[in-house]
């Protein structure tokens, strides 16, 4: 099962807190998921989803209501994943041009309309059962594991920003909004916004899960950055201590070691001996020690001298 699967099947089992929450919660699934149609001059409408539970929400909020005909239909994809699809269909029927308007689909003239009715989202837990309808019609969540992005897909451009400032103003949370082919996408992708968001919709199992996933996620990359780091350093020194070996055997080949200072002939020789060594541990097997920067000084000594000698070679006879 996906995370977003797995929110929505947690979401969906949450019963209304009232009689006014259910109703906001069906009003922003017929929102996202129900489409007007005329059969016979006459209103009617199709509700789809492609969860089986949600269509059942769909229905018992329905039938908690309202007295419509209302049938069910079960279509499989012939496409892609080839799921099922859950259909609600309202037939034309007394009461249902108003339950239309009620809704906010359309106006008493038959035209569309996308606000967001302020009577659905007066209390605060209406406010949330809304949200969570919409979620439900058309959100989807990725893994935390892979990537911190939440969607919800809407038809409208007013819709989507209906939405989006409603959540602003009601929660203090911005959705932003960009356009897809003819649909809207609104969308999260700060991980504190998709926790708050969770929060919203009661999603509290989901919740705690997403952020286990995180502090794994943050630990490993951490963990990582560091391994990541340390390695980087590890070949700066072996590539460091190349050079300095690489310098000090040109020297004793040229002109010997013996030619170099006593400190010179100290620190070169045991370079040659110890190779892989960092210059603090090089430090620390001299006698007397010598810090880190005094090993680097010598070292870069040596390592002019070499330049000079690869110099003075390059030079006409």
Known sequence: MSFSDQVKDEIVRIDSETDCCGWAELVALVRLNGSLEIVKNKLALKIVSQKAAVARKIY???KERFDFLTKIVVRRSMYLNKNNHYIIKLPPQ????????????INDNYELSYEIQENLVTK?????????GTFLGGGSINDPGSSYHLEIWVHSYDYAHEFADLVAEKFQLEVKIRSRNDDYL?????????????????????????????????VRNQVNRIVNCETANLNKTIEAARKQIENIKLIEVIKGLDSLSPSLQEIARLRLENPYVSLRELGELLKPQLSKSGVNHRLRRINKLANQIRKNKSLPN
Do not use: P
């Not at 041009?97 to 009620?102: I, N, Q, R, Y």
């Not at 605060?124 to 969570?132: A, I, N, P």
């Not at 504190?192 to 997403?210: C, P, Q, R, T, Y």
């Open 186 to 218: 609104l969308y999260l992708k700060n991980a504190e916004d998709i926790v708050k968001f969770l929060n919203i919709m009661g999603a509290h199992s989901s919740l705690l899960d997403f952020e286990n996933t995180r502090v794994l996620k943050e």
């Open 124 to 132: 605060r837990c209406c406010q949330k059962s809304y949200v969570r």
């Open 94 to 105: 007394q009461g249902v041009k108003g339950f239309l308007v009620d809704c906010g689909l």
């Open 60 to 62: 018992r909020l329905l």
